[in-house]
Nanobody
Framework: VQLVESGGGLVQPGGSLRLSCAAA?????IGWFREVPGKEREGISC????????YYTDSVKGRFTISRDNAKNTLYLQMNNLKPQDTAVYYC????????????????WGQGTQVIVSS
């Protein structure tokens, strides 16, 4: 399983970023997690591939939007109105997704992309 995240960077509070997760043909990314030092990786958004339903953790609802382009086998996370507390390494996950804590061993992971929200 190969997943490659991109799109992270340094952005000021209130700014936007769009993360991408390009997947190899044998991978099917379905969610985004994030991790900060000293804390467990947490699921922040999942997408249901059968009906396209999207799910979000409360802290990002109304600001983040998950989507996928099946033709490109790529998962996206549009992040708007970013806040300093969104600073983290963001990972896309294949095969498993959960909002909040979950069984991280069930997922396949990319290498992550760093997002820093700071003025």
């Amino acid at each position: 399983v190969q997943l490659v995240e991109s799109g992270g960077g340094l952005v000021q509070p209130g700014g936007s970023l769009r993360l991408s997760c390009a997947a190899a043909l044998d991978a099917y990314p379905i969610g985004w997690f994030r991790e900060v030092p000293g804390k467990e990786r947490e699921g922040i958004s999942c997408i249901n591939d059968s009906d396209g339903s999207a799910y979000y953790t409360d802290s990002v609802k109304g600001r983040f939007t998950i989507s996928r382009d099946n033709a490109k086998n790529t998962l996206y996370l549009q992040m708007n109105n970013l806040k300093p507390q969104d600073t983290a390494v963001y990972y896309c996950a294949a095969d498993y997704c959960a909002i909040g804590t979950g069984d991280l061993n069930k997922a396949s992971w990319g290498q992550g992309t760093q997002v820093i929200v700071s003025s």
